[in-house]
Nanobody, 116 residues
Framework: QVQLVESGGGLVQPGGSLRLSCTASGFLFSTYAMSWYRQAPGKERELVAVMPSAGASTAYADSVKGRFTISRDNAKNTVYLQMNSLKPEDTAVYYC?????????WGKGTLVTVSS
């Protein structure tokens, strides 16, 4: 059974940092591109960062470039999102996604709230 479980969300003040984790099971993690998406209240889900399985470079939404870093540990079947210099507009539910052709899996999300 495929599972993606996100963790690490919470309440943080503007300018603060959080690290999200997504642990996968039920598929060959190392062969999948892993991504983080987010969905703010009343808005569509948007791509935040993507890390291919191998070779190609990571990519980020313009709104998070220089502040967020995606990384993966294939030995732990885990992908991370390090978020620094957080802004109130980063408030959203953050979702982990695994994709390889017809295989497309989602986690249930973790809420990040940036507020003073």
């Amino acid at each position: 059974q495929v599972q993606l479980v996100e963790s690490g969300g919470g309440l943080v003040q503007p300018g603060g940092s959080l690290r999200l984790s997504c642990t996968a099971s039920g598929f060959l993690f190392s062969t999948y591109a892993m991504s983080w998406y987010r969905q703010a209240p009343g808005k569509e889900r948007e791509l935040v960062a993507v890390m291919p399985s191998a070779g190609a470079s990571t990519a980020y939404a313009d709104s998070v470039k220089g502040r967020f870093t995606i990384s993966r540990d294939n030995a732990k079947n885990t992908v991370y999102l390090q978020m620094n210099s957080l802004k109130p507009e980063d408030t959203a539910v953050y979702y982990c996604n695994a994709n390889r052709g017809r295989g497309d899996y989602w986690g249930k999300g973790t809420l990040v709230t940036v507020s003073s």
